[in-house]
């Protein structure tokens, strides 16, 4: 990689862009000729923070290559495929930006708004610039459908902050950054977690694209499993649910006996296992309901006590990090050598190391 100039190399990092890849060599090309002109043209020292997920692919191969002639690019790689949100995760730990761009890979949020969200966020003074789907016409019906249903659903379980149509495509300031790795949420959905640190915000509006290329790394499973994680992390709304439906099922259990006591008492008792069919399958149903919602709750609680990292470095291609201007944002925490397979760190207010990094 070329060596940088004395006075670059000491110069304070504007801006970090952080993308979590996994199983990206289709795209990575197309990535890569519209993210770095946009990034140049800004004019401000900056880096390119790529999390490799575990791929099983070339996209390795190819961002070494592509290391070759873009020293602003950082390889950050994970010993296995951890998840996209822990990927970003591993992206914002590692950071040393004043302010940091979270972008996905597949070139559905275009690059091209980066400069907007910088400058928006500069001059109004914001912590938070969100990318808002105005238009996600290139989406199939279902999924359009599906987003809607999960963005109205959290809006009214997490509070009206949650925007519509905001996915991970956002820009955060040093201090957003840091006051997300402060926290201690292991199972980690952002698009709720930065609305709720109520920093100063901003958005900007565009157009979603088709992906480029490649496969979704959200399909209809994942998808699912973002919408629990995204319940009953910041919500007990589940667990009131499963009151009012054992309220509901004795409610009927009550009205059950008062029929069957009714009937005997006018002697029109029959042998009939209808009802009684009927009567436990309901209570068995409702209590399945119940113990299933109860058993989230107690698995993040397992998963919170058992406190796992929930990432590991594989390797990590910056040897040093530059640390940013004094005055204008914390000292990071140094980057560990290549291959020493540790996990991302946050840093308390005095400067030790405290708890390890968190997921979804």
């Known amino acids: 990689m070329p060596e940088e100039p004395d006075a670059e190399r000491h110069e304070p990092v504007v801006l970090s862009v952080v993308i979590p890849m996994y199983n990206e060599e289709e795209v990575l090309p197309a990535l890569v000729s519209r993210l770095r002109p946009v990034l140049t043209e800004l004019g401000v020292r900056h880096e390119v923070v790529v999390v490799d997920d575990g791929s099983g692919d070339r996209t390795a191969e190819l961002l070494a290559a592509f290391r070759l002639g873009w020293p602003e690019l950082r390889v950050v790689g994970l010993r296995r495929n951890s998840g996209h949100q822990a990927a970003l995760t591993a992206g914002l730990d590692r950071a040393v930006g004043a302010y940091v761009v979270s972008l996905d890979a597949d070139l559905q949020d275009p690059p091209e708004k980066i ?68 926290l201690p949420d292991q199972q980690r959905v952002y698009r709720l977690l930065v609305p709720w640190l109520g920093f100063p915000s901003g958005r900007v509006t565009y157009e979603r694209a088709p992906r480029t290329a490649g496969r979704t790394k959200y399909p209809l499973g994942r998808m699912i499993r973002l919408a629990v994680d995204s319940v ?129």
């Open 115 to 182: 400069p907007e969200m910088l400058e928006l966020a500069r001059t109004q003074g914001l912590d938070i610039v969100y990318g808002v789907r105005a238009d996600r016409s290139s989406d199939s019906g279902f999924k359009r459908w599906s987003a809607g249903v999960y963005y109205r659903l959290m809006r009214r379980l997490a509070g009206p902050s949650v925007l519509a149509q905001a996915g991970d495509f956002r820009l955060l300031s040093r201090a957003a950054v840091d006051a997300l790795k402060a």
């Open 232 to 360: 009953t992390g910041f919500s007990a709304a589940p667990l009131r649910i499963a009151t009012w439906l054992g309220a509901g099922a004795f409610v009927v259990c009550l009205g059950l006996l008062v029929y069957t006591l009714t009937a005997f008492a006018l002697g029109r008792t029959v042998p009939g296992w209808t009802s009684l069919f009927t009567g436990i399958v309901f209570i068995g149903g409702v209590q399945l309901i119940c113990v299933g919602l109860l058993g989230e709750y107690v698995g993040r609680i397992y998963t919170a006590v058992q406190n796992r990292p929930t990432y590991f470095v594989r390797d990590d291609t910056a040897a040093s990090v530059p640390a940013p201007a004094p005055g204008s944002a914390p000292t990071p925490a140094p980057a560990p050598a290549p291959g020493d397979g540790t996990i991302g760190a946050q840093r308390d207010e005095s400067g030790t190391d405290a708890r390890a990094a968190h997921l979804f």
